[in-house]
């Protein structure tokens, strides 16, 4: 599946913004679908994971009850809305995508390498 974030930007620390993800996969709705980010001279990171209903998510501790991750399995997309943004939050943001299947549980599926699937980056820049 072929990815395409967009809707990254500059903006004031306790700001708001929305990322999207769009997907060519006509089959969108089988594959787990994740938001990792990676800050300046760090390692990428897990951000937030949504199931193929969109039903069930999951967050990094750092995000939680800040971060909202959605889907719309019509419009082969992915969200990340991003609110009460700090300036910790600056990175470049990857959406990622795995097929699911049997038994795969969100909690555990948190590190890169665990998804096949990367767009190419959108970067947010979170300012003081």
């Known amino acids: 599946v072929q990815l395409q974030a967009s809707g990254g930007g500059l903006v004031q620390a306790g700001g708001s913004l929305r990322l999207s993800c769009a997907a060519s996969e006509q089959t969108f709705s089988n594959y787990i679908m994740a938001w990792f980010r990676q800050a300046p001279g760090k390692e990428r990171e897990f951000v937030a994971s949504?199931?193929?209903?969109?039903?069930?998510?999951y967050y990094a501790d750092s995000v939680k009850g800040r971060f909202t991750v959605s889907r719309d399995n019509a419009k082969n997309t992915v969200y990340l809305q991003m609110n009460s943004l700090k300036p910790e939050d600056t990175a470049v943001y990857y959406c990622a995508a795995r097929p699911y299947s049997l038994g795969t549980f969100l909690f555990r599926i948190t590190d890169d390498n665990n998804f096949s699937s990367w767009g190419q980056g959108t970067e947010v820049t979170v300012s003081s």
């Open positions: 949504v199931n193929r209903s969109g039903g069930g998510t």
